[in-house]
């Protein structure tokens, strides 16, 4: 969320201020010495009882006393990146000429190079001698050909980036000082977070660095999938705007909770929807940057789908809540450890999966090497089986050939019926929906919309029949019955190169 409004916004202000001197002096026309005149320093005082007042004054106090110990290590991120945009070279003539140059490129475009600022904020979590690191947003940093860090105080340092990670959105900054006074902001355990805790966050706003504001966590758990973001997000009513991403969202201790990272808005500005990341999903990656420069993630090896209550009837587990393994990837860590497409996966290392997202951050956690343990249900009965987890390739992540069967199957309910017009109530089975490129389905050209009958000749009336003759365990060679175009039709053969 950076920013580039800081003079228009100045403008603005400086007619606030004048605007509101001329409205004091029309209210101050009243004749000096009359018995209508009152002065706001001669008003009482609001009364309140001395239990209150010291309620209050205590809550001002706390507030004080986290906002002197924290804003020094908050800092202002300002950014320099490079852009390089595709340009005719003719848009760059005069306006007054009229003749066209006789030239066969005169069409094409040429690249050119353009620099573009911005800023967010940061906070200083680590000190290694000399060297401070600053945690922000990828999307503040991450892209940044130069970068310096303000302080609260207003000196200015070059930093550099260490590493940044888009899929978490988080970066990590570094800058050289001697000066052994700058704090370094505590962190924080995110996962004792509750709806309803005070916080604060902080950072550069519109560009007014060191700027704290006030709230509560509206709610915990917010999904970053929109986004293509890994994490689960607080949401807080503490006023979040351009500039504060990257600042952190504090509790009442003055321990970072939170890496405040976007806002909900229809105008652009706070309007009581803002959302961090949990400090907790990320402590790992300030480690990672700093080793490796780069946030490495773990890797199971299946491609999974949330499931609607159609779903879970049709698999046979209504009552559980879990992450569905749709499609896997052959080879992978979860294929040699015996995990099958069609497991409807409950636990990790014994910890109950909540959906789909937090099971991707729990298995995104998880170190190369590292054994995980994993209980599911298959044909309706529980298993556990153990998984030696690798380490994520995007390479591998993206070769569909990979992934069996290459499309996702949904359940023929009613609904599905009524859209694709199949009025036979006779023909059971499964609809082939989401068919990848270069995949196996795409091998044995199904068609999205083409209902699966049956499975190396064994009927599938539903999604347990289904996932229970995918077995690779048993057999590496498919075919299917489909049920097209009013008519069935058994397609080639398809070997799958089971390791």
Not at 62 to 72: E, G, H, K, N, W
Not at 122 to 130: A, E, F, L, P, Q
Not at 195 to 216: E, F, H, N
């Amino acid at each position: 969320m950076k920013t580039w409004t800081r003079r228009i916004l100045g403008a603005v202000a400086v007619a606030s201020v004048t605007f509101g001197l001329v409205a004091f002096s029309l209210r101050g026309t009243t004749r000096q010495g009359s018995a209508n005149t009152a002065f706001a320093d001669s008003s009482s005082a609001v009364p309140m009882s001395q239990a209150s007042s010291n309620i209050v004054e205590s809550l001002q106090s706390a507030f004080r006393s986290i906002s002197t110990s924290v804003l020094p290590s908050v800092v202002e991120v300002d950014v320099t990146e490079t852009k390089t945009v595709q340009t005719n070279p003719l848009s760059q003539l005069p306006f007054f000429f009229f003749g066209m140059p006789e030239n066969e490129d005169q069409n094409q475009t040429q690249p050119k190079k353009y620099e573009q600022q911005g800023l967010g904020s940061g906070v200083i979590v680590r000190r290694t001698g000399k060297t401070l690191y600053v945690l922000t947003n990828n999307h503040v940093a991450g892209e940044a050909t130069k970068i310096s860090v303000k302080l609260n105080d207003g000196r200015v340092f070059d930093a550099k980036l260490v590493g940044a990670d888009s899929r978490m959105d988080v970066a990590l900054v570094s800058f050289e000082s001697g000066d052994t006074s700058i704090p370094i902001a505590r962190l924080g355990d995110s996962d004792k977070v509750q709806t309803g805790d005070i916080c604060l966050a902080m950072g550069a706003p519109l560009g007014y660095r060191q700027s704290v504001t006030q709230g509560i966590i509206s709610a915990t758990g917010r999904s970053g999938a929109a986004l293509n973001n890994v994490n689960d997000f607080f949401q807080t009513d503490a006023a979040i705007n351009q500039g504060n991403s990257g600042g952190p969202l504090l509790n009442i201790y003055g321990e970072v909770i939170g890496i405040n990272t976007w806002i909900a808005s229809q105008s652009g500005g706070s309007q009581g929807l803002g959302f961090a990341i949990p400090i907790n999903n990320i402590k790992h990656a300030i480690d990672d940057f700093i080793q490796n420069g780069k946030v490495t993630y773990g890797w199971l090896g299946v491609s999974l789908i949330s499931s609607t209550d159609e779903y879970k009837k049709s698999l046979g587990v209504e009552n559980e809540t879990g992450a569905f393994a749709s499609q896997i990837f052959v080879g992978s860590p979860a294929q040699k450890g015996g995990i099958q497409a069609g497991d409807f996966i409950t636990r990790l290392n014994g910890k109950q999966i909540k959906d789909v997202d937090q099971f991707v951050r729990d298995v995104g956690n998880l170190k190369a090497g590292e054994t995980a343990q994993f209980t599911l249900i298959r044909d309706g009965r529980e298993k556990a089986l153990s998984v030696k987890i690798e380490e994520r390739d995007q390479k591998v992540v993206s070769d569909n050939g990979k992934l069996w069967p290459g499309f996702i199957a949904v359940p023929l309910t009613d609904e599905i019926r009524k859209e694709i017009g199949l009025n036979d109530q006779s023909v059971k089975g499964v609809v082939v929906t989401n068919i990848l490129e270069k995949s196996p389905a795409a091998a044995l050209r199904l068609q999205n919309g083409d209902i699966i009958t049956a499975v190396n000749g064994k009927r599938v009336t539903n999604l347990k029949d289904f996932y229970s003759a995918m077995d690779l365990t048993r057999t590496n060679t498919y075919s299917f019955d489909v049920y097209t175009n009013g008519g069935t039709i058994t397609t080639g053969t398809y070997k799958v190169n089971v390791r």
